[in-house]
């Protein structure tokens, strides 16, 4: 993700506002909120072009080995997108690490070896979904809508097929006999012999 100048510029001035509150600006608030749902934004685009990789993968990986070399591209950018191998995608990998940019790829997706001191976790707060309110600015004019949590409906019970006797499927050939050629007429030109 890249910043622009004064996207940058309204960055700065939010986290030194999260880190040291004070009143602010309108104007400075609107910039906030503007350049949060500009991120909002950013995050859903980025969450379709991944969730159509990952589809786009499916449908190489089910191809697979006619496919190697646009699976392993695709596999690659889908990575680049933030996309987490599942265990279809080791699979198909371990079954072309013959490739070597499959076993490129397969180094890449394992996880590392567990090491024998564990690192240090830490434990940072959890994201705010959206930046509702900064100190002495004003709220967003949009409220999200919030509805009521309702029961999903129960499903109907699936009915049973009827019982209706199943007939063989008839073959290309049954259905399309094949076209024998009508006999050339008596008179016409194709009974002459070349002599």
């Known amino acids: 993700m890249a910043f622009g100048a004064q996207e940058l510029r309204v960055l700065r001035r939010a986290l030194a506002l999260a880190l040291n509150p004070s009143p602010v600006s309108a104007e400075e608030a609107h910039d906030c909120l503007r350049l949060a749902e500009s991120l909002d934004e950013t995050m859903r685009e980025s969450a379709r072009l991944r969730a159509f990789l990952v589809a786009d993968l499916a449908r190489y990986r089910a ?12 596999l690659d950018e889908a990575l ?32 590392p070896a567990p090491t024998a001191a564990p690192a240090p976790t830490v434990v940072l707060p959890a994201a705010r979904t959206r930046l509702h309110a900064l100190p002495g600015g004003q709220q967003s004019d949009k409220k999200p809508a919030q509805k009521p949590a309702q029961k ?11 019982a209706t006797p199943k007939r063989p499927v008839p073959t290309p050939g049954e259905v399309f006999p094949p076209r024998r050629p009508a006999p050339p007429a008596p ?7 070349a002599g």
Do not use: E, K, Q
Request: proline share 16%; charged share 15%.
């Open 152 to 162: 999903p409906a129960p499903r109907p019970a699936p009915h049973p097929a009827p």
């Open 187 to 193: 008179g016409s030109r194709h009974h002459l012999a």
């Open 63 to 74: 191809a697979l080995p006619g496919t190697v070399t646009g699976y392993l591209a695709l």
């Open 80 to 111: 680049g997108a933030g996309h987490r191998p599942d265990a279809d995608d080791l699979a198909a990998l371990g079954a072309l690490r013959g490739n070597p940019a499959a076993a490129t790829l397969l180094a890449r997706c394992r996880p």
